[in-house]
C-alpha cells in the first residue's frame, strides 16, 4: 500500500485482517495524481462553496507543500472530497482512468468512503461529520440501503455528539480560532442542508431552533485565501479563484445570507409540501390588524425583509459570461442563483400550501385567492429562469443536488397550468425537466420527478451542445464562441420585440389581469411587494 506523504496513517486500532479486506476493495488507493488534482480542483471550485465544511487554507496547505513536514489530511476525508468531486469534474478526466460513465465512478468512490466509515478509520468526531455531510450530497439509486437522507441524519446526530450545537464558551473551552471558525461553518453547515433538504422535499426537520446556541456566521468565519507557507502557483493548480480575496468574501456573503434565509423558513407552517395546512379548527380570519399574526403573512413579511436587506453583491442577477472563465468566479455566480432558487421555492410552497385551504375554506376574497395563484406561478417561473440561465452556462452540475427538488416543484405547477391549457408554460416545464434531466448524468433523480420529461415538440428555450457542454466548464478556462439566449423573466411572459424594450418590461397574458398590462422588472424582482396590501383592498 503506497499512499501520497500528506495522507496521515490509519490509526493502530485497525486489525491486520480489515486492513486486508480494505485494501481487497480499493478502499486504501487512490486514483492517478493527474486524476486526484482534477477531482481537488472540481470540490474547491464547485462543491466547497456550497457547503464549507473544510478548513481550505490547511487543506490545501498539506496537499501543495513541498517540505513533507505540513499537517496530514485524514485519508477517509481525502476519499470524501474525490468522490464529492466527481459530481462535476471533466467527464475526459474520468475515461482517463478507465471509468465509461461519471455514475459508475461516483459509485466506485462513494464505495471507498462507505468502507472507510464502517470499519471505523477516523477516530476524530469532527472529521466524522465533515465526510458524512460530504456523503449526503450523494443522491444514489432510489431503494438503496442508505440514502442521502441517512447520511445527513448521521451527520447532524455526529455534530450533537461532538457538542457543534453548543458555543465553546459555555463550555469552558479555550480553543483557537480557527478551530472555533471550523466549528461554528460545520454547525451551520447541518443546520442549512437540514432545512433547505426539508424546504426541498417536505422532509421533518431534525434541528429545532432550542436545540442549539451557536451565533450566527460572519464573515471573519471565511478568511481570504491565503498561501501559508507554500507556492502560490502550486495553490493555483487547485483553486480557480488564484488568491482572490473578494471571490471567498462573496462566498462567505452568500452562506451568511442563506443561513438567515434558512431560520426564516423554520417553524413556518406554511411552508408544508407533504399535506394541505390547517388551521387546526380556527377559522381564516378576514381582515383587520390581526392579519400580521398569520403564519403566512408572517412569512410573506419576513421573506420581504430578508429579500430587501440583501447587500447588492448577493441580489440576483443572471449568469454571464464575464463570471466564467479564469477571470471570473462562476462558483459565486451559482452559489448566487441557488440562493434566490431557494428563495423562490419558499414563496412557491407558501402561496401553493395557502391555496390548497381554499376547498374548505374561505381564504379571503376571490381577488387574493386569484393573486396567490399569480405569485405561485411567477415563482414557478422564476425558478424555470434561473434554471434556465444556468443551464444556458452548462454549470447544472455545478448545482448542489438539492436543486433538483426545487426544479421539480415548479415543474409540478407547470403541469397543472399545462391541464389548463396553459400552452406557455409548456416552455417553462421543458426548462425544469431539461436540469433534471443534465444532473441524472452523476445523480439519480428523486422518485417524484419521473413523470417529469421535456416535450420532445417544445424544446428546451436554451441549451449546450454536447461538445460546449464537455468544454465549457469554468474549470478548463475555456468558453464557447456563443452563449445561447436565455430564457424570459417569469410566468406567462413574453419577451419584447426590441432589445431595449426587453431590458425595461415584459407583457404578462395573466388571468385576471389585463393582457397589455406592463410589468417592471423591479416588480419580477421583489413579488411580494405588488400584493402586499392584499388584506386592506377591501
Known sequence: MSLPWFIRPLHQGINADDLDFLLSKGALSLPSQALQLALVRAYVDNIYPHIPVIDLSHFLECITATDHVAPRVSLLLYQAILAAGTACVRIEDLKEEGFQTRKSARKSFLEKVRLLYDFNCELDQQIGVQVLLLMSLAYEEPGGRRSSFYWLDAAISQAFASKLHYDPNTLGLALPIRTLRIRRRLWWCCYNLDRLVSLGTGRTRMISEDDFNVSMPDISDFEPFRHVGSDATAHSTVCSCNGSDQGYLDLALLFVEQTRFCRLIYGNECLSRSSPYTWQGRDWPIGGSSTANWPF???????????????????????????????????????????????????????????????????????????????????????????????????????????????????????????????????????????????????????????????????????????????????????????????????NIRQSTTSQAASTCHTADVEGFSPERQITEGWMAGPLDAFQNFENSI
Not at 452559489?335 to 421555492?345: G, P
Not at 434556465?388 to 452548462?394: M, T
Not at 451542445?465 to 474549470?475: A, P
Open 297 to 491: 403573512r408572517r412569512l410573506e413579511h419576513h421573506l420581504s425583509e430578508w429579500y430587501s436587506a440583501l447587500p447588492l453583491r448577493a441580489r440576483y442577477r443572471p449568469i454571464i459570461q464575464d463570471d466564467l472563465g479564469r477571470k471570473g468566479n462562476a462558483a459565486v455566480a451559482v452559489n448566487r442563483s441557488f440562493l434566490h432558487l431557494a428563495f423562490n421555492t419558499a414563496l412557491l410552497d407558501a402561496y401553493q400550501s395557502r391555496l390548497r385551504l381554499s376547498p374548505k375554506q374561505d381564504i379571503g376574497t376571490s381577488y387574493e385567492t386569484e393573486a396567490c395563484e399569480v405569485l405561485m406561478n411567477h415563482a414557478a417561473g422564476r425558478i424555470s429562469h434561473i434554471m434556465g440561465n444556468i443551464e444556458a452556462n452548462c454549470l447544472e452540475l455545478c448545482l448542489h443536488p438539492g436543486a433538483m427538488h426545487f426544479a421539480i416543484s415548479a415543474s409540478e405547477v407547470h403541469l397543472e397550468r399545462l391541464h389548463k391549457l396553459d400552452i406557455v408554460a409548456q416552455a417553462k416545464h421543458n426548462q425544469c425537466a431539461r436540469v433534471i434531466e443534465l444532473m441524472q448524468e452523476a445523480y439519480f433523480v428523486p422518485s417524484q420527478s419521473r413523470h417529469i420529461r421535456p416535450s420532445p415538440s417544445s424544446p428546451s428555450a436554451s441549451h449546450c451542445s454536447q461538445v460546449e457542454r464537455e468544454g465549457y466548464l469554468e474549470k478548463t478556462g475555456r468558453l464557447p464562441e456563443s452563449i445561447p439566449e436565455h430564457i424570459s423573466w417569469g410566468f
